[in-house]
């Protein structure tokens, strides 16, 4: 086994959370002979990756594409490493079809990047100089996050590897750090472009949580890249669980543990030092308190605070009290006759309905379909998954919580009747999550989706690290760095994975 153990000893690593973040950790570190526990309060794995079933659909609760399953992307590079097959996908082509305030006629991404191009000189003319600002930022920043640098650093060794994934070609990105994507239109002459803002600001809000004019440069060229070859979008055959069940399996192949229905109620610390988790099972009520070498968080960065308690550093707390307000999700769960799907449609749609309205609160909508014979839905039937980031607090503290809900989901399907045929002969189910919904079935503070948004003070160099001011106790998942979907938690459980490793911890540590 590697160094990780003294004699037979092995350093017990307790992880919070069975989303994708926590379960890519945990396989990882049993995977090289850690003794790993992975806690979840939930029913089923894959936190906002998960699936949940009606009268013989399959719905993914939240994420429903997939990056980083091309040769080198995360997801392939992790799943070589733990020895297991990547689930089957196909590739997203368009990775979306966009279709703006008033157009019948969308904007299509397409995952050829000529094909790309000649689209959106079509749809954005005299923008090109921008696109191809983005596109020599994507690729110098992403041969610099191949070298699998750590964002941002915290002790000698985390900057060590942040020095050796620089090269000369990083340093192009430099003058843009502190660039936002409004200031890169305005450097353009292109801030007055309604289409092209407007077109920005529902791609981002997806990615980064905030819009165009708030969104690191830096990582918004990421964002708007990753869905050409050689990179791309995939969706997922059967579900998205199918990514958790098979780190699920490697996991357990390897000797860790998966406990679902177990909340950890709190973290211990001594000294400075993480000394295990409280525990309670759901079923017996019953409570204890479990040692740990190491404690691997994948909650948001609020819900970590709450664990910690009087424990959680004084700075640390304040700084996560000042974040902006987070965003939530309504969500619209339609299970269909294949009849009300037009003949064509793409697997991922975005709609805005009001020009003059924000990206959100059903103003606009991010849209999934199924694929005939993907596994989400019987023969002759689809699913269509619908969803509007909301504000919190309009979901909170409320007498008309049901009437809100109702309100919202039938606003939505009146939305989607545009383009789909959505009678009452079409519509098998119907189903709605709100930000209470994900709270209580991820027990993410508020029911937050997305992570932290990705503005200037908050994405990469300035976002919240992996090590947390309290020793030996990680924070994986979207309130990290890249802080988005199943391939930013995947970076981020690598990361610790890599840093928990470079320390050779015994159990006595």
């Known amino acids: 086994m590697p160094g990780n153990r003294i004699g037979s000893i092995r350093s017990r690593v307790i992880i919070i959370g069975a989303g994708i973040g926590g379960l890519t ?57 733990l020895e297991i097959d990547l689930p089957e996908a196909t590739p997203c082509d368009p990775a979306c079809a966009v279709y703006l305030p008033g157009e019948d006629t969308p904007i299509n991404v397409w ?51 942040l020095t050796k994934a620089i090269r000369s070609s990083t340093f192009v990105t430099v003058p843009y750090t502190l660039f936002t994507v409004g200031d890169a239109l305005r450097a353009y002459g292109l801030i007055e472009d309604s289409r092209l803002k407007t077109f920005l600001d529902l791609q981002l809000k997806l990615y980064s949580q905030v819009s165009a004019e708030e969104t690191a440069l830096l990582y918004a060229a990421t964002a708007l890249s990753v869905s050409q070859l050689p990179q791309g979008l995939f969706h997922l055959q059967g579900s998205m669980q199918t990514l958790s069940d098979r780190l699920v399996s490697a996991l357990e192949r390897d000797g860790g543990k998966l406990l679902m229905r177990h909340t950890v109620e709190s973290i211990k610390v001594e000294k400075g030092k993480v000394t295990g988790v409280v525990i309670r099972n759901q079923k017996t009520d019953e409570v204890w308190t479990e040692h740990a070498d190491h404690v691997v968080a994948n909650v948001t960065v609020q819900n970590l605070v709450q664990l910690l308690g009087k424990k959680a550093p004084h700075g640390y707390k304040q700084r996560v009290q000042k974040l902006p307000p987070a965003s939530g999700a309504f969500v619209v769960y339609l299970g ?125 160099p300035f976002g919240f690290a992996n090590r947390t001011p309290i020793k030996h106790l990680w924070l994986v998942g979207d309130s990290t760095h890249p802080g988005e979907g199943t391939a930013g938690v995947s970076y981020s459980a690598l990361t610790v994975v890599r840093q928990i490793e470079s320390q050779k911890t015994s159990s006595v540590g």
């Open 25 to 81: 950790a945990g396989a990882l570190l049993a995977h090289k002979g850690y003794s790993v526990l992975i806690l979840d309060q939930a029913i089923v794995p894959g936190g906002c990756a998960s699936t949940f079933k009606r009268k013989g659909f399959t719905f993914d609760v939240g994420a429903t594409q997939v990056a980083g399953l091309e040769p080198g992307g995360i997801h392939h590079r992790i799943f070589s490493e």
């Open 111 to 161: 995952r050829d990047p000529q094909k790309w191009q000649e689209e959106r000189s079509r749809q954005f003319p005299g923008s090109e100089p921008f696109w191809e600002l983005i596109a020599a930022l994507f690729k110098a920043s992403w041969e610099f996050q191949g070298r699998d640098p750590v964002l941002p650093p915290r002790n000698i060794w985390d900057l060590w590897q």
């Open 336 to 460: 269909v006759d294949e009849s009300a799907i037009p003949v064509g449609c793409p697997p991922h749609l975005q709609f805005m309905y009001d020009a003059n309205g924000p990206v959100g609160e059903n103003n606009s909508l991010f849209v999934s379909v199924s694929r005939p014979g993907d596994g989400r839905a019987p023969t002759g039937k689809a699913t269509i998954i619908a969803s509007s980031f909301v504000n919190l607090d309009k979901w909170w503290g409320i007498d008309d919580y049901e009437e809100l809900k109702e309100h919202y989901t039938n606003e939505a399907i009146a939305h989607l009747a545009k383009f789909f045929y959505l009678k009452p002969e079409t519509i098998i189910h119907v189903e709605a999550a709100t930000p209470r919904t994900f709270e209580r079935y991820t027990a993410r503070d508020r029911g937050i989706v997305g992570g932290i948004g990705q503005r200037l003070s908050t994405f990469g």
